[in-house]
């Protein structure tokens, strides 16, 4: 039995605890496929889950890592042979299933895809459940209706994975994008991506109004709290708002009056129990729509031993774009 390297959470009386170990297959969980795992990824959830500030994961001990790509080495589906390219995202990996930071993982078949053609495994995890969520977020838009001729879109927490992947897709798909961030030093950043505007987000950060100047065709937003109540409050009448985080928090502080008065829509984002088709078709849109140059600019490779203090400084709003790990 095979010896492998994993990064690994356990806790105790004391608390989570959190430092690589020497496993073997044994350690594994139940699945179908074992893969052999060449990259992942960090996204929030992930520095949520190492560095304990949200009750993610709900299982111990615990690899992290909700995202990877891979080579398979052994399968039991049909679906899947040896040797074959394929890609996770979501499923409660990383939460209650065994993670991506480690050099082997065993899944269930169900929960994997193949590669995506015209992707390497290192663009795959550039993108991430971050880019795969944004691209759902903008698929729901353009099902709702929304064009580019209706006007300006707003993405929020624009300098982090969401964001960076939302601007560059709504920029080359023909939208107009308003980029709100912390981070207005990194304008010019989020103007190389296709942002024609950048807005401090403390314009959206505070109690605002039940309604507000209609401002925005549309909104992709990964904030919550305060900040999707105003982007719902200045959404223009039929538009429409996709939400997929919550990084200032969960709770909505609004009214109905956006939904009632304006007939705004709140679009739902879920990214983790997607359904296998709507995957493959979000992975065909992001090999196709994707400006692959915007995503090298906004990526960092860093190595599995960094992966604590990078999710920590993500957490901590210090990391731009996307974060690639190379196992």
């Given amino acids: 039995m095979s010896h492998f390297r994993a990064l690994v959470l356990d806790k105790n009386e004391q608390g989570q605890s959190l430092g690589f ?7 594994l969980m139940e699945g179908d496929v074992t893969v052999a795992v060449s990259h992942s990824t960090i996204n929030y959830k ?7 500030k949200a009750p993610v994961v709900r299982r111990f001990p615990m690899i992290p890592g909700i995202d990877f790509a891979g ?9 899947f042979k040896v040797g074959e390219e394929v890609i996770l995202n979501g499923w409660g990996v ?6 991506a930071y480690a050099e082997r993982a065993r899944v269930k078949a169900d929960w994997l895809l193949h590669k995506p053609e015209g992707l390497t495994p290192a663009q795959c995890m550039a993108i991430g459940t ?8 903008v698929m729901a838009l353009e099902t709702y209706g929304i064009t580019p001729e209706q006007g300006p ?3 929020t ?4 994975g969401v964001g960076s992947v939302a ?4 920029a080359k798909l023909g939208y107009q994008v308003v980029a709100s961030t912390g981070r207005v030093q990194e304008s010019d950043y989020l103007k190389a991506l296709g942002a024609s505007e950048v807005i401090d987000r403390a314009e959206l950060s505070a109690p605002g109004k039940p309604l507000g100047r209609e401002r925005f065709a549309a909104g992709i937003d990964s904030v919550g709290s305060h900040t999707l109540a105003n982007l719902l409050a200045q959404t223009k009448y039929n538009g429409a708002v996709a939400a997929c985080g919550l990084a200032q928090g969960m709770d909505l502080p609004t009214s109905v009056a956006p939904f009632i008065l304006r007939g705004v829509a709140l679009l739902g984002i879920d990214s983790v129990m997607c359904p296998r088709a709507k995957r493959e078709q979000a992975w065909k849109r992001l090999a196709k729509d994707l400006d692959l140059s915007h995503l090298e600019a906004m990526t960092t490779t860093i190595a599995l031993d960094a992966v604590p203090a990078q999710a920590k400084a993500l957490l901590d709003g210090q990391v731009r774009g996307r974060l690639v790990v190379k196992i």
């Fill in 71 to 79: 080579t398979v080495l052994s399968s039991q589906s049909d679906r």
């Fill in 46 to 52: 992930d520095g949520l889950a190492i560095t304990g």
């Fill in 153 to 155: 879109v707003l993405v």
């Fill in 21 to 27: 170990r020497e496993v073997d297959d044994s350690f």
């Fill in 167 to 170: 601007i560059t897709l709504l």
């Fill in 130 to 137: 971050a880019g795969y969520t944004a691209m759902l977020a």
């Fill in 94 to 99: 990383g939460e209650t299933h065994l993670g």
């Fill in 157 to 160: 927490g624009a300098a982090g």
